[in-house]
């Protein structure tokens, strides 16, 4: 099983990026996805979920700013990331679970500056 995230980088705050997962190994379709963040000294934290049936959820922080989708024909999840913040710099990563079975993607940077 593999999840690779990409589309980290080096953005000013206002600004926008995409991230991007592709799974490979699974059944993609009946995954729940999720990304996640974790900042230097803080506890990772769910940001945003998609289930199998596209039904999504957001944290707080981000609800009206990041958006969340899938393309099961593309085994890929989305995080569109807008008017970033330096709050939302962390590392990024994907995860996707069914029933007992977690798997995690490797991280992407993201680095939002002030």
């Known amino acids: 099983v593999q999840l690779q995230a990409s589309g980290g980088g080096l953005v000013q705050a206002g600004g926008s990026l995409r991230l991007s997962c592709a799974v490979s190994g699974i059944n993609f379709y009946i995954y729940n996805m999720g990304w996640y963040r974790q900042a230097p000294g803080k506890q990772r934290e769910l940001v945003a979920a998609?289930?199998?049936?596209?039904?999504?959820n957001y944290v707080e922080s981000v609800k009206g700013r990041f958006t969340i989708s899938r393309d099961n024909a593309k085994n890929t999840v989305y995080l569109q990331m807008d008017s970033l913040r330096p709050e939302d710099t962390a590392v990024y990563y994907c995860?996707?679970?069914?029933?007992?079975?977690?798997?995690w993607g490797q991280g992407t940077q993201v680095t939002v500056s002030s």
């Open positions: 998609i289930t199998a049936s596209s039904t999504t």
């Open positions: 995860n996707a679970n069914h029933m007992v079975r977690y798997y």
